[in-house]
């Protein structure tokens, strides 16, 4: 069964920046479209970014195109997120999954976005 386990969360200022990391226990990483998804307080899940198994593709929600950017190391089986300009209207927990969802969730890394 695929592990996936996030870290790189914590508190910022608004227009602060973070860098997510997920790590992913199979290689099968490597051959998986991945994705970071987030959840707000009393919000359902939403999907943040998308990056094709080679990493030449990248897909965005709306709300962080331009200052988020989705990679990968398929070598080491890490995703990554870098997260710029942050907003309070990021606060959330964020996690990676492949881009169905359809993997078993890791607990998530918390992103706190206030002053």
């Known amino acids: 069964q695929v592990q996936l386990v996030e870290s790189g969360g914590g508190l910022v200022q608004p227009g602060g920046s973070l860098r997510l990391s997920c790590a992913v226990s199979?290689?099968?990483?490597?051959?998986?479209?991945m994705a970071w998804y987030r959840q707000a307080p009393g919000k359902e899940r939403e999907l943040v970014a998308r990056?094709?198994?080679?990493?030449?593709?990248?897909n965005y929600a709306d709300s962080v195109k331009g200052r988020f950017t989705i990679s990968r190391d398929n070598a080491k089986n890490t995703l990554y997120l870098e997260m710029n300009s942050l907003k309070p209207e990021d606060t959330a927990v964020y996690y990676c999954n492949n881009y169905i969802g359809n993997w078993s969730w890791g607990q998530g890394t918390q992103v706190t976005v206030s002053s």
């Open positions: 199979e290689s099968i990483f490597s051959i998986v479209p």
């Open positions: 990056i094709s198994r080679g990493g030449t593709t990248t």
